[in-house]
Structures are given as structure tokens and as C-alpha cells.
């Protein structure tokens, strides 16, 4: 069954420092999503990305954040000079006709720990 | 309170006795869907429900919708051990810039 797939399952990391997550998602799938979770509490919208550009992003995705499809299979999401309160669970997902068709499949997820 | 906000927090109850889990939003929506999050693990969609229809059926699972309430509701029948989870409903707005927002979630213990 295909699946979305997303490295590295944890990283670590220095406050300051760059972080790239990187997530394969289901290869016919048209529409991709970034969300977080910290620990304990709700999943967080952070962007959705459709046909190679940004569709809607939440008040977190500030400047810090950037996302990229650099090739035809991978979706990534670039946090820039990480913050301690980055520290979260970030999810991966995709869905073929957006979340007004169905379903969004998600990844396991990338844990982040900023120090 | 905010969209999607689910209730009760938390669920324990004894296999085979039926769950039912509520989820209230605040704003118009085009969907409302029910996903699985086991612990430490990604999230398995379960069902979707339209704003235009007001109950569907998938296996064990009942979820019933009340747009004039915004509410709706995931029953689990005949639990088992296996559905402990955390059950988060999840509403897609109308509008243009409609997204998927999740609530805080409901972390339901099924005792053997």
C-alpha cells in the first residue's frame, strides 16, 4: 500500500542551526501539507503546497519556515536558525484531490529536539 | 473554544462496551473528518462525513454530523484493546482558503 515516508524520524539539534525535513509523499498524490505537533498537545497546521506553490500557510510559518519540492518526488520543509519552542513532532502529509475530497495520508512523522 | 474541539479529553473504558467520542467547530465546513493517532505515531485517517449528510458507517465506526448543532460525533462499537489511541476530529473550512484543522484530540483507553 503506498505510503508517505518522511526523514529523519529524529533529529537533533542546536538552537541557531538549520534543520531540512524531508518527506516522500504517495506519488500521484497533487497536494502536500506540513504539520506540527508538540508534545502532548494539538496538530498544527503549517502549510499546504499545490501545484509547485504555497496555497495557504498558518501564522507559524513565519520566515523562519520555508518548503520546496525540488524534484518530482520529495517535499521538503527548511526551518532556518531553530528556536527552542521548534522542538515538535512534524508530519508530512498528501492527498490526491485536497482535504474538500478526502482523506490526507500522513507520514510517522520527523521529531525535532532543539537544545 | 476553538474549531474542532473534541470532548471528552479523556476515555477509558472495558473491551466490548461501545465508545463515543464528540467534536464541536465554530465555523461553516465542507468536512469533517476522524483520524487515529497511536502513541508516537503518524495519523491514520478513519472516516469523513460531508456537510451535506448526517451519519455514515464504516465497520465498527458510526459518525454523525449536526451542522445546525456544529457537532459531530464518532461512535466505536465493540471496542478492543487495539482501538487505544488518541482520536482527533478534523474540520475543513469553506471558503478559499480552506485548510485542515485538528482539535486537541481525545485519548481513549480500551481496558482487556
Known amino acids: 500500500e503506498p505510503e508517505v515516508t518522511q526523514t529523519p524520524s529524529h533529529q537533533v539539534t542546536q538552537m541557531g542551526q538549520e534543520v531540512i525535513l524531508r518527506c516522500v509523499p504517495i506519488s500521484n498524490h497533487l497536494y502536500f501539507y506540513w504539520y506540527r505537533q508538540i508534545l502532548g498537545q494539538k496538530v498544527e497546521f503549517l502549510v499546504s503546497?499545490?501545484?509547485?506553490?504555497?496555497?495557504?500557510k498558518s501564522e507559524i510559518f513565519d520566515d523562519q519556515f520555508s518548503v520546496e519540492r525540488p524534484d518530482g518526488s520529495n517535499f521538503t520543509l527548511k526551518i532556518r536558525s531553530t528556536k527552542l519552542e521548534d522542538s515538535a513532532m512534524y508530519f508530512c502529509?498528501?492527498?490526491?484531490?485536497?482535504?474538500?475530497?478526502?482523506?490526507?495520508?500522513f507520514g510517522e512523522g520527523s521529531r525535532l529536539t532543539v537544545l | 473554544s476553538q474549531q474542532g474541539e473534541e470532548d471528552p479529553q479523556a476515555l477509558s473504558i472495558q473491551e466490548g462496551e461501545n465508545a463515543t467520542m464528540n467534536c464541536s467547530y465554530k465555523t461553516s465546513i465542507n468536512n469533517l473528518q476522524w483520524y487515529r493517532q497511536n502513541s508516537g505515531r503518524g495519523l491514520v485517517h478513519l472516516i469523513l462525513i460531508r456537510s451535506n449528510e448526517r451519519e455514515k458507517h464504516s465497520g465498527r465506526l458510526r459518525v454523525t454530523l449536526d451542522t445546525s448543532k456544529k457537532s459531530s460525533s464518532l461512535l466505536i462499537t465493540a471496542s478492543r484493546a487495539a482501538d487505544t489511541a488518541s482520536y482527533f476530529c478534523?474540520?475543513?473550512?469553506?471558503?478559499?482558503?480552506?485548510?485542515?484543522?485538528f482539535g486537541k484530540g481525545i485519548t481513549l483507553s480500551v481496558r482487556p
Open positions: 503546497f499545490y501545484n509547485n506553490e504555497i496555497s495557504e
Open positions: 502529509a498528501s492527498s490526491l484531490g485536497g482535504g474538500n475530497t478526502g482523506e490526507l495520508f
Open positions: 478534523a474540520t475543513l473550512t469553506t471558503g478559499a482558503n480552506s485548510k485542515l484543522t
